[in-house]
């Protein structure tokens, strides 16, 4: 009686020791000096890769499959498919497939689309800073475009998004925007009464109304059928967007004015931004950045291409040697819209130095 008593006091003195360490954090197997990692486990770097929830989201785009855009948008989902080992997903939906950008904008606006691309031309009507992008000749090139888009005033306006319940995350490349008609262009009074296609923001309609055009606002996806009616007798646009479209089927004079140079953003929803972790907003923003790299090579690229396929086509194309007749008669409009983006303007000015 006395040993049996003595076995239960001991058994009782065991389970409270192996308690006591299952409660520390101790394991209930015991260690021989190697490691007993199981076999596939993942490494403690990998397991804090692949922390938090799998998402699944969406990323809207007006553009065809094989536009640079479009190929912006991929690598960007590529690269943060890659970064959270498979946990974050990014499904990309070309060819207007979720809708036209105006309508887009709005549904990112309530987080019922998590991503988009867009123009800064459609932006403005949704915050106003933007509107800026839309001013003539404000840049002389590509370079100086991006020497101020990577400056801190750049940055400065991604994030004034914010107030529009979206993020910018990244800008990317669109070239120079150039008139195209159905009927020949050759100077600025060619350009006098002909009902031309806008993005819908007031410094475009303003912009038509100081070169004598009639601005007639509509989405981007009704332009091939507008020209074909005659609903319109031309609109603007870059190379890509000009041939991608099939614009040049339909009007097929070009004049390489180079009125604006108008970049665009990729965007997430403010409202799916607030829900991820910091560990995730950093690893959406980097991939974004990089993906910059990309598209910007794919747009070089294109250009040249869709430069190459409507001469082929038989598009009349009028070289601008002398600039200047153009940017005088648009000097109203950036006067009037001067104090309004007077900080932005100054930026762009000393990116130009």
């Known amino acids: 009686m006395k040993m049996k008593k003595s076995y239960i006091t001991a058994l009782s003195t065991m389970l409270g020791a192996s308690l006591l360490l299952v409660a520390c954090g101790g394991g209930s197997t015991p260690t021989t ?18 922390e938090g929830p799998k998402l699944t989201f969406r990323l809207a785009e007006t553009h065809p499959a094989d536009y640079p855009t ?44 998590e991503f988009t691309r867009v123009s800064t031309g459609a932006l403005g009507g949704f915050n106003k800073q933007y509107e800026v992008f839309s001013l003539p000749y404000i840049f002389d090139n590509d370079n100086h475009q991006w020497k101020f888009l990577e400056s801190e005033q ?17 800008y990317y490349s669109s070239g120079a925007r150039h008139f195209y008609s159905k009927k020949p262009i050759k100077s600025i009074a060619d350009l006098k009464g002909l009902k031309i296609r ?38 603007e646009n870059n190379y890509p967007s000009y041939f991608s479209s099939n614009h040049f089927q339909q009007a097929k004079n070009l004049i390489l004015d180079q009125h604006q140079r108008v970049p665009e953003v990729l965007l997430i929803s403010k409202v799916a931004w607030d829900k991820l972790s910091n560990d995730d907003k950093a690893l959406i923003k980097k991939a974004a950045l990089e993906s910059v790299k990309t598209q910007k090579a794919e747009w070089d690229k294109f250009e040249k291409d869709s430069e190459a396929k409507v001469k082929a086509a038989g598009v009349t194309i009028t070289d601008v040697s002398d600039l200047k007749p153009w940017q005088d008669a648009v000097k109203p409009v950036i006067e009037k819209y001067r104090a309004e983006y007077k900080e932005t303007l100054e930026a762009i000015e000393k990116a130009r130095k």
């Open 154 to 170: 750049g940055t400065k306006l991604l994030d004034s998004l914010e107030s529009s319940r979206m993020k910018g995350l990244a």
């Open 198 to 235: 806008v993005i819908q923001n007031k410094v475009n309609i303003d912009l038509m109304n100081a070169l004598g055009a009639n601005a007639t606002p509509m989405p981007y996806g009704d332009v091939f059928n507008a020209l074909q009616t005659g609903v319109i007798d031309a609109a």
């Open 33 to 50: 000096g190697s490691s007993t990692k199981a076999p596939g486990a993942a490494s403690p770097a990998a397991a804090k890769k692949a």
């Open 70 to 113: 479009t190929l912006g948008d991929k690598k960007f989902a590529e690269l943060v498919n890659q970064a959270s080992d498979g946990r974050i997903k990014i499904d990309v939906f070309p060819a207007s497939q979720l809708g036209e950008e105006k309508a887009v904008i709005e549904q990112v606006q309530l987080g019922a689309i």
